[in-house]
């Protein structure tokens, strides 16, 4: 799989407000798209997932949308939370390939 | 929480020396991969085990191996440790080598410093 490309290396945002993260992509090889949170000092952590198939999936309290018109998604937290302080890593699955991660968006959350 | 297990949790190598690091896979999980993360970079490839046997590898030169064993355990071992190879060393486990259609559980990682 190739690696997708975020918008912003990072993303601040106020307490309570919703944040987006978006992502694009260069072509529609694969149908299949994840997005991995990683904290300070953890490991990358799965949140959600999405197939071609859908435009849209929601999760607890974040949503991921596919446009695969102008071949974009986005990753949507609701309530944005002090820990959802973290590295958002968007990615693009494959049969065959291996995850492949780009640099990620930093979300900071502030009060 | 994922399961996942690494140790040591850090090290202090100097140049040249061999390293292994160590991975305790999820229970039920018969695939370790192994990536390698610099600091403000995305994790990177280095490869992966099914069944102790290399399924796939990254672009990283020989002298990165490693070993799964029968429990599904691993090991990643580095020789002739260069100064670039600090970097924060992620094992992931995941149900099955299903390349990237299968989801991953990160360790927290081993922070390797090469002095």
């Known amino acids: 799989g190739e690696s997708v490309g975020l918008h912003l290396p990072t993303l601040s945002v106020q307490e309570g407000d919703n944040s987006i993260i978006n992502c694009a992509y260069s072509?529609?090889?694969?149908?299949?798209f994840i997005w991995y949170k990683q904290e300070s000092g953890k490991g990358p952590q799965f949140i959600i997932d999405?197939?071609?198939?859908?435009d849209k999936r929601q999760g607890q309290r974040v949503t991921v949308l596919l446009n695969k018109t102008v071949k974009h998604l986005s990753l949507q937290i609701a309530a944005t939370q002090p820990g959802d302080s973290a590295v958002y890593f968007c990615?693009?699955?494959?049969?065959?390939?291996?995850?492949?991660f780009g640099t990620g968006t930093r979300l900071q959350v502030f009060p | 929480e994922t399961g996942v297990t690494q140790s040591p949790t850090h090290l202090i190598k100097t140049r040249g020396q061999q390293v292994t690091l160590r991975c305790s896979s999820q229970?039920?999980?018969?695939?370790v991969s192994w990536y390698q993360q610099a600091l403000g970079q995305g994790p990177q490839f280095i490869f992966q085990?099914?069944?102790?046997?290399?399924?796939g590898r990254g672009n990283f030169p020989p002298r990165f191996s490693g070993l799964q064993f029968p429990n599904y355990s691993s090991e990643l071992n580095v020789n002739a440790l260069e100064l670039d190879d600090s970097a924060l060393y992620l094992c992931?486990?995941?149900?099955?080598?299903?390349?990237?259609?299968?989801?991953?559980?990160f360790g927290s990682g081993t922070q390797l410093s090469v002095l």
């Open positions: 992931a486990s995941s149900l099955g080598p299903g390349g990237a259609n299968e989801k991953l559980f």
């Open positions: 072509n529609s090889a694969s149908d299949y």
């Open positions: 999405i197939r071609s198939n859908m």
């Open positions: 990615l693009r699955g494959g049969d065959t390939d291996k995850l492949i």
């Open positions: 229970s039920g999980h018969n695939t």
């Open positions: 085990y099914y069944r102790e046997e290399e399924n």
